[in-house]
């Protein structure tokens, strides 16, 4: 009985319990603000039994599940670390990854110490693509530091965020790259096993990922004593029920484990007290998927690409009201208006109000800032994030306040319950969008509830949900004002 208690209780946080077989339609932020260009499917996606915020068709929406296309895709780096392998087609197969030079980098690997490896990360100065940015070096040598007899190596397949899609087609159309960086991964911080947590949102994804595993379990690239090496190490394909807040590593932890996938309070982290307590690795598609050039160039040529602190290329997926979206590889430096002008080519449908990059969680971007340089800590500064890589536009058919409703009642559907202002509070600013919606106004006292709910979400948030409501927020009080004073009389 207690059993199955607690199976209930885990599986009420959940969203997508059964794999459906009707289609989906998108209501996700790319698709929201795109939903005048498609009535008909943007109210089935408000009216359905399910919510589903992202379906990785931005580029195509409002999307359904039934949209099976390839987004274009474009290069803009002087080197093609991540897209030059398919911006001529998908590489899904064993052979046809192995004839352009796949598994190469993971033979190389094997023939030099673990240190090398480790030097080479650290000297290629490559951070996570998945949000924060971290320095992928220092995560990899905290985990070879704790000296474990069993560790683990995580990839993070739970791309959520609205508008990105960049992990969706990295696995559908080159899914060998990721398990040659988990083997190289796991080989340089000694690890016993991989996993890689998909979203049940991506179904193809999964098809592709667990044919690919399968082949190189059968090629001897993942099992025991892989290419004839003293290195034994297997990887396992793990498949979410929907839920946003398992992107956060230490959720996804807890939602591997059987637990109700909550975010933990940290330290410790992963890397010391990670998967079933034991030191873990935890890195994001596009991160793992740099990993086979760097050790096939070194970390120093890595290093030369990009500006700043911000090394390297970058994915960025445009969505559907460009009037070329699709995913670009572009060098950290390139300005905001050299993505929205020259790659998207514009909008579609109106003059360009803003733009989000790495999903709704983030501080907007006008107009008067498209100059900033796409890096780290440039966006920082002007309250924006590089985060995931999508870049969501609006145009004027999508007003402030309808656009602060929408984050909004996303954040409160998606919040994990942990942490009060983020489970009463996004919920409450919601309401009153509505009403703003609906009436054009709500009392001038509103004003001051807000922001003090807008802070606590600032200071309080265990983790980036709550902390990205209150930079998104914050980020429309300070650009959009005098759109949003008369709401509040």
């Known amino acids: 009985m207690q059993g199955k208690h607690n199976s209930a209780h885990v599986d009420s946080f959940y969203h997508l319990l059964k794999e459906s077989k009707a289609e989906q339609f998108c209501q996700g932020t790319a698709c929201f603000v795109a939903r005048h260009m498609s ?9 359905g039994e399910q919510r589903v915020y992202c379906l990785g068709n931005c580029f195509a929406g409002p999307a359904s599940s039934s949209d099976t296309g390839r987004p274009k895709m474009g290069i803009h780096s002087r080197e093609p670390v991540i897209l030059g392998p398919i911006i001529d087609g998908p590489i899904r197969s064993f052979a046809a990854y192995a004839a352009q030079g796949g598994y190469r980098a993971l033979e190389q690997a094997l023939s030099r110490p673990q240190e090398d490896l480790l030097k080479a990360v650290e000297l290629s100065r490559l951070r996570g693509r998945g949000g924060a940015g971290f320095p992928t070096g220092k995560k990899w040598r905290a985990v070879v530091q704790q000296r474990a007899p069993e560790t683990f190596v995580i990839a993070n397949a739970d791309e959520g965020d609205p508008g990105a899609y960049i992990d969706r087609f990295l696995i559908e159309d080159d899914p060998h790259r990721l398990i040659e960086a988990m083997a190289i991964a796991g080989y340089a911080v000694g690890g016993t096993k991989g996993y890689i947590y998909l979203r049940r949102e991506y179904p193809r994804a999964c098809v592709v990922m667990e044919q690919a595993l399968a082949e190189a ?6 099992g025991d004593r892989i290419l004839r090496s003293g290195f034994s190490f297997d990887v396992g394909l ?12 230490t959720a996804l932890l807890n939602s591997i484990e059987g637990s109700r996938p909550e975010v933990r309070l940290r330290p410790p982290y992963p890397s010391e007290c990670g998967l079933f307590g034991k030191p873990t690795l935890i890195n994001n598609v596009e991160t793992l998927a740099n990993v086979p050039w760097i050790v096939r160039n070194g970390g120093d040529a890595f290093g030369r690409l990009g500006f700043s602190n911000s090394r390297g290329s970058k994915v960025l997926s445009l969505n559907s009201l460009f009037h070329t979206p699709g995913l670009y590889e572009v060098e950290f430096g390139i300005s905001v208006r050299r993505i929205v002008e020259d790659l998207g080519g514009g909008l579609k449908t109106g003059t360009i109000r803003g733009v989000i990059f790495g999903g709704p969680l983030a501080g907007i971007i006008p107009p008067h800032l498209f100059d900033t340089p796409l890096g780290f800590e440039e966006f920082a500064r002007i309250g924006a994030s590089v985060g995931h890589g999508g870049v969501v536009a609006f145009d004027e058919h999508t007003t402030i306040a309808q656009l602060i409703h929408h984050v909004f009642d996303f954040g409160a559907y998606e919040s994990c ?18 009403q703003v919606i609906e009436a054009g106004r709500v009392p001038a006292h509103a004003r001051m509830e807000c922001n003090e709910i807008v802070s606590a979400l600032a200071m309080t948030s265990l983790c980036g949900l709550g902390t990205g409501l209150g930079e998104f927020a914050r980020s429309a009080v300070r650009h959009y004002a005098e759109e949003l004073e008369p709401c509040f009389r």
Do not use: N
């Not at 379990?217 to 993942?222: A, Q």
């Open 238 to 249: 793990i498949v979410g029920r929907g839920s946003y807040v398992c992107g956060e590593e």
């Open 217 to 222: 379990r059968r090629e001897g690239c993942l």
């Open 39 to 47: 009535p008909e499917r943007w109210s089935a996606a408000i009216s």
């Open 417 to 434: 319950g942990k942490c009060t202002p983020c489970r009463l509070g996004s919920r409450r600013i919601e309401r009153l969008f509505q």
